[in-house]
């Protein structure tokens, strides 16, 4: 079966400083990779998208960016936090896209 | 744009009692409607997936309808537990464009007390 695995579950950083959030799949391949950000109060939104390694989609302008070094790894990186990109990330995947998406447990982010 | 709205917000319900969430949807071309549900701090569980050619999926206890024409959802919990209590989502996909693109309500919190 199927399983996607998302790390760290919590992480407090100050401003300024880089990130690093992993997301890993299992059990598929090929899989198209999501990250999304869930604000207090508001809906997720879609941040990121990728069909295959090193392909990457951007759905909002923003501080952090994307990458695929492989099929089934999806990272999610800052050079400088900003006090606005605290939040809950989630990653997700599917087996293409418009089919049933399946997520991660999230990552918790506190800048401060 | 799509937009998607759930209502209600937040209901609190004793056990064992129907419950039924709503989620409408502002453009009707839609590939898929999704629901899922959320436990706090935690990541999103996906209940069911109807497709636009569906009008209903069922798992379980949980049963979904979909009338795209009129952009609804409907989400039918029989027999509500204890179990039950979390924050349920709709997401809608787009027929075109961006089709990986989900776009979400902000969800219906629900408490089930006993």
């Known amino acids: 079966s199927q399983t996607i695995h998302q790390w760290p579950a919590t992480l407090v950083q100050p401003v300024g400083s880089p990130l690093s959030l992993e997301c890993t799949v299992e059990?598929?391949?090929?899989?198209?990779l999501y990250w999304y950000r869930q604000a207090a109060g508001r809906g997720l939104q879609l941040l990121f998208y990728s069909v295959g390694i090193g392909q990457i989609s951007s759905e909002v302008p923003q501080n952090l960016s994307a990458s695929r070094p492989q099929d089934r790894q999806f990272i999610l990186s800052s050079k400088k936090l900003l006090l606005s990109d605290s939040g809950f990330y989630l990653c997700a995947w599917s087996v293409s896209g418009v089919t049933e998406a399946f997520f991660g447990q999230g990552t918790r982010l506190t800048v401060v | 744009k799509q937009e998607v709205t759930q209502i209600p917000a937040a209901l609190s319900v004793p056990e064992g009692e129907n419950l039924v969430l709503n989620c409408s949807f502002t453009d009707s071309a839609i590939y898929n409607l999704q629901w899922f549900r959320q436990d706090p701090g935690k990541g999103l569980t996906s209940l069911l997936l109807i497709q636009s050619s569906q009008r209903e999926q069922t798992s379980g206890r949980i049963y979904a309808s979909l009338d795209k024409s009129s952009g609804r959802s409907t989400l039918y919990i029989a027999a509500s537990q204890p179990g039950d209590s979390a924050t349920y989502l709709c997401?809608?996909?787009?027929?075109?464009?961006?089709?990986?693109?989900?776009?979400f309500g902000t969800g219906t919190r629900l408490q089930v007390t006993l």
């Open positions: 059990g598929t391949s090929n899989p198209n």
């Open positions: 997401a809608v996909r787009p027929l075109t464009g961006t089709a990986s693109k989900l776009t």
